[in-house]
């Protein structure tokens, strides 16, 4: 069936190909197993324990979900800008240049791209991979997915385009779906406010820091990089 012919599915986005999600998997597995291990991890224990009501059981997640990086949530077409998203021109032309610009969610559906996962996080609630995206990737990311969050994290608005790009890789029972991505947003904002957070260990994979009330970013020191194919999910 033709793209067109079909409705709005559940979510547009980049799933990574199975040979890279087995290494994402691994990598933050390792990476929790080693951060549960350190001192000041034990030291910082009880704002985890305060804000946490249920543990974020990863294995568990990591067989209920395919990973994947959403650009647009759609809810069928019922999210706000769905069909906005859906039609968006692939290039800011000119508009005597219309017919000759297609819409980059069908120009790119089923193309290959390389992701690069800069940095992982966790909090109470989520743990997920940070994707910085790439000036072509940011053709396919909506232009208020982080404007969409503001009531949560006001410093949304004031952080550069694909700030939200992420991969979710676990979230405690209970935590609504769109929390990994506002979990994130939030340290980045603390960033960008000039709190750079406590540097707590050098690690292998890269600089460990703790950013107060249980959230942990671990900024790679060489990035994943990801082969991700775009495409949506019905559900
Ligand atoms: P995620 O992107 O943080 O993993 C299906 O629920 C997918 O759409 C999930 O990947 C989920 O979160 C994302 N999602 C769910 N509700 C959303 C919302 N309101 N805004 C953005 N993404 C959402």
Request: charged share 20%; proline share 5%; with cysteine.
């Amino acid at each position: 069936v033709p793209l067109e012919e079909t409705s709005l599915p559940l979510f547009f986005g980049w799933f990574l190909l199975p040979s890279i999600q087995d290494k994402v998997r691994c990598t933050s597995l390792d990476f929790l197993k080693t951060l549960d291990t350190l001192e000041a991890f034990k030291k910082h224990l009880p704002d985890f324990t305060v804000e946490a009501e249920k543990e974020v059981d990863l294995e568990q997640y990591f067989q209920a979900n395919a990973l994947h990086c959403t650009t647009k949530f759609c809810d069928y077409g019922k999210a706000e800008g769905a069909k906005e998203y859906a039609d968006k021109p692939f290039h800011q032309l000119s508009r005597w240049l219309v017919s000759y610009n297609p819409a980059a969610v069908k120009e790119l559906y089923g193309s290959v791209f390389e992701l690069s996962l800069s940095a992982l996080f966790v909090t109470p609630r989520t743990v997920g991979a940070r994707v910085s995206l790439s000036e072509d990737q940011l053709t396919l990311w909506p232009a208020d997915a982080e404007k969409e969050v503001v009531s949560v994290v006001p410093a949304a608005t004031t952080l550069p385009a694909g700030s939200r790009a992420h991969i979710t890789l676990g979230c405690a029972e209970g935590v609504e779906q769109l929390q990994t991505g506002i979990d994130l947003l939030e340290i980045l904002a603390l960033q960008q406010a000039g709190q750079e957070g406590e540097l707590v260990e050098e690690m292998e994979l890269g600089s460990l820091s703790y950013y107060g009330k249980g959230r942990w970013l671990l900024s790679l020191r060489e990035p994943i990089s990801a082969q991700a194919c775009f495409s949506s999910l019905y559900g």
